[in-house]
């Protein structure tokens, strides 16, 4: 009897173990960045794609931990639209939460401000998308735009995007539903 209590009480040890460690690993995601990114197919017939990098000509993102990434920049006819997307994978999903600490909105809002010095910016409540989100809107008055700059992860792929356009056409409600349809095309 007390032998049996004994390899019972061994057992369930190994049990919690291995529960405990199978439970830490976070699946990462292996898919190209290329094929989780938005194309201009995915937006709609208004939409052509005007650039298209991946990783290698992307210098700003050869860090170690970032596998892989993609970055397209989308517009409409006669440049009334604008998106600009980014995706990246990193090795773990430590990673990717590392980088979504970061400054990736902050570095694409100032950009833009550099950009379009008369916008004006504000943090907005972000769509459910990914693990975590952020996001910021902000309007040009002189040219009567809207500006959208999202960013969320998926377990360890980062997604960034700046939407920007008429502001009757170009809504948080149209930011929101790309950054769905970006959220979809990453599995």
């Not at 902000?138 to 997604?159: E, I, Q, S, W």
């Amino acid at each position: 009897m007390k032998c049996s209590r004994l390899i019972l009480g061994v057992i369930m040890m190994c049990l919690l173990l291995s529960a405990v460690a199978c439970g830490s690993k976070e699946a990462v995601i292996d898919t190209p960045a290329k094929e989780m990114n938005l194309s201009a197919a995915d937006l709609g017939a208004d939409w052509s794609q005007m650039a298209d990098m991946g990783l290698d000509e992307m210098p700003s993102l050869a860090e170690e931990h970032i596998q892989d990434a993609s970055m397209r920049m989308l517009t409409t006819e006669k440049l009334q639209g604008m998106l600009i997307t980014i995706v990246f994978s990193t090795k773990t999903v430590a990673s990717a939460k590392t980088e979504m600490k970061g400054d990736a909105v902050q570095n694409m809002v100032e950009s833009l401000q550099e950009q379009i010095s008369e916008a004006t910016f504000e943090q907005l409540e972000p769509p459910s998308v990914g693990d975590e989100a952020q996001m910021v809107g902000g309007n040009v008055p002189d040219l009567d735009y809207n500006v959208y700059v999202l960013t969320f992860r998926k377990a360890n792929v980062m997604a960034v995007f700046s939407l920007i356009g008429p502001e009757d056409w170009i809504t948080e409600r149209l930011a929101a539903e790309y950054a769905r349809k970006l959220e979809a095309k990453i599995h």
